[in-house]
């Protein structure tokens, strides 16, 4: 594939990222080269295959709530996910130059403790902390700590705004200068009251003493996920970099030039904000292969029973008795509010239901396909198939186009799946000359080529 791009300007280097999967059903945990999804190892398999790789930083989602469906445990994806902040200090202790970015919301937890958490992590690993800002929209989540799910959309981007200042001024209280540690004179501190504070606005009315020195960073790199209206706004106001779903070239290319053109109405510049979209693989010996493996793997992620489950977060009604081998129910969609599908943000992403099973059921109709085909269909998340060549040269082009500035990968298969990226795609980035033969700086940032903060 060979796609037009601008010829006035030298080549963009990509970005590379990988995305420890864990709970979605992108990740096949039945497959036999699986391993586990909460035993230490993998973490750490995961990780150095990624620094290998020369790859900016690894990401960590959060996941706060066991699922459900219908009043039961969701237990066909991967269930259960430890804590983001202990896998990342841990992490830390073995790897040298990878990033490690994690995802904390900012509705159920609070400035102070999250800042100096962060602040910690950057201490730890010598400047590679990045956080990845969410707000949590369900009451049902919520139940799971005192402050609950009882923030609408507008509030809880408001509540993540002040939260992000409030922990920004945390931050910036230590300059880097304040330890003296000097042992003949005795004295440990140059200024007498280190990290003093105040901060009050709408959600937050905080005073004190911030106890963690300036870490290497300053601040860790900050990331946000939301694709809303205020979730994008938001992103070109504070954010370093975003993690997108939008992957595809022409989709891309849009979301890019939306995002990027909001950053002036902020004051910043073009390259202050970095569009990372997620990004499956299927790599292969060939390009015919590479389509025969992902259509194997697709049939894996969507079993017959993962594809009824799919199926009754749609329709949000029960379906346990559809035979997923059959045509698309002829039952319309509920248009109850309280969603079958529980912790589960895709399940409010229909939209209009009734509008989208008709669409399904076009494509199920002018296809000739079944119910778990369909599923298959419309559900589709692969982003790059084919060979090394292939994927290493749609890669380029994508990124020299403007539809992203590097791409956030999601191997299938945990915690090995990465490997032939880095073994056999990764050379060939670099033989473009679009992709980094060593790591140019020692902190995340300087590894993004972010400017620092200002204070």
Do not use: C
């Amino acid at each position: 594939m060979s796609t037009p791009h601008r010829t006035d300007r030298p080549k963009k280097q990509i970005h590379l990222a990988a995305h420890f999967p864990g709970v979605n059903n992108t990740t096949v945990w039945s497959d036999p080269a699986s391993g586990s999804h909460i035993e230490f190892d993998s973490f750490v398999e995961f990780a150095q295959i990624a620094e290998r790789g020369l790859f900016d930083f690894m990401f960590l989602a959060e996941g706060l709530r066991l699922r459900e469906q219908a009043g039961e445990i969701y237990d066909l994806d991967v269930v259960g996910r430890p804590d983001t902040f202990t896998i990342l200090a841990a992490l830390a202790a073995v790897t040298e130059h990878l990033g490690l970015t994690g995802t904390i919301n900012s509705t159920f937890n609070e400035p102070y403790e999250v800042a100096r958490q962060f602040a910690s992590l950057d201490h730890l690993s010598d400047g590679r902390a990045a956080w990845n800002v969410v707000t949590s929209w369900d009451a049902f989540t919520g139940e799971n700590f005192r402050r609950g799910g009882y923030l609408p959309q507008g509030e809880r981007y408001e509540r993540a705004r002040t939260f992000l200042d409030a922990a920004t001024r945390l931050w910036d209280t230590w300059k880097g200068d304040e330890i003296l540690a000097d042992k003949a004179s005795g004295e440990f501190l140059s200024t007498p009251a280190p990290g003093a504070f105040e901060h009050h606005d709408s959600q937050f009315d905080i005073s004190g003493r911030f106890n963690v020195p300036r870490s290497p960073q300053g601040r860790p790199v900050i990331f946000q996920a939301g694709d809303s209206e205020e979730g994008r706004d938001f992103a070109a106001a504070k954010a370093d970099a975003i993690f997108s779903r939008h992957s595809h070239l022409d989709d891309g290319q849009r979301f890019y030039v939306d995002v990027k053109g909001r950053l002036e109405r902020f004051g910043r510049r073009h390259e202050d904000l970095l569009i990372l979209p997620a990004a499956t693989f299927v790599l292969a010996d060939t390009d015919a292969e590479a389509v025969e493996l992902a259509r194997e793997i697709r049939l894996q992620q969507v079993s017959p029973a993962t594809a009824i489950k799919l199926l009754e977060q749609l329709w949000n009604r029960d379906l346990s008795d559809h035979d997923p081998d059959g045509p698309l129910p002829t039952v319309d969609p509920s248009e109850n509010d309280d969603l079958i599908a529980k912790g589960r943000a895709s399940a409010r992403s229909h939209g209009d239901r009734l509008e989208q099973a008709e669409r399904w059921r076009a494509i199920s109709q002018a296809k000739g396909l079944s119910t778990r085909e369909t599923i298959v269909e419309v559900t589709g998340r692969q982003s790059f198939i084919g060979s090394a060549e292939t994927i290493a040269s749609t890669i380029d082009d994508f990124v020299q186009a403007d539809a992203a500035d590097g791409y956030i990968l999601v191997p299938h298969i945990t915690p090995g799946g990465l490997a032939p990226f880095v073994d056999h795609v990764v050379p060939l980035l670099q033989e473009r000359g679009v992709f980094r033969t060593a790591y140019e700086g020692t902190t995340l940032r300087e590894n993004l080529g972010l400017r620092e903060p200002t204070r």
